[in-house]
């Protein structure tokens, strides 16, 4: 499994590459914004099964960065980094398997 700080590292950077907050202020602003009662210890916000959700969404991502990946190998990229970013899907992959393992008890 992946140890603890290459998980931070890997949340900052993703947080770092969406170009916005990491996913504690975004997940309070978008319970704010839907009405939910904001808890400041449990980021789930009553959200049941939100590690599904999360982990998800997760390979959504990595489907999407390989998909960049292809098209920057096959010459028809729509950015300069897509080489870069689209490298990047195996760890989202990696990550959101490892989190499904754990969750899987």
Do not use: C, K
């Not at 969404?57 to 300069?80: K, P």
Request: charged content about 30%; glycine content about 10%.
């Amino acid at each position: 499994g992946l140890d603890l700080p290459l998980r931070r590292r890997f949340r900052r950077r993703a947080a770092h590459l969406a170009g916005g907050p990491s996913f504690g202020p975004r997940a309070r602003r978008r319970r704010r914004d839907a009405g939910l009662q904001a808890d400041h210890g449990d980021l789930r916000g009553g959200i049941a099964h939100f590690e599904f959700y999360l982990i998800f969404n997760m390979f959504r991502v990595a489907a999407i960065l390989h998909g960049v990946l292809a098209r920057a190998m096959q010459g028809n990229a729509a950015s300069d980094d897509a080489v870069d970013m689209g490298s990047r899907a195996r760890l989202v992959a990696d990550v959101a398997w490892t989190m499904a393992q754990r969750n899987d008890r």
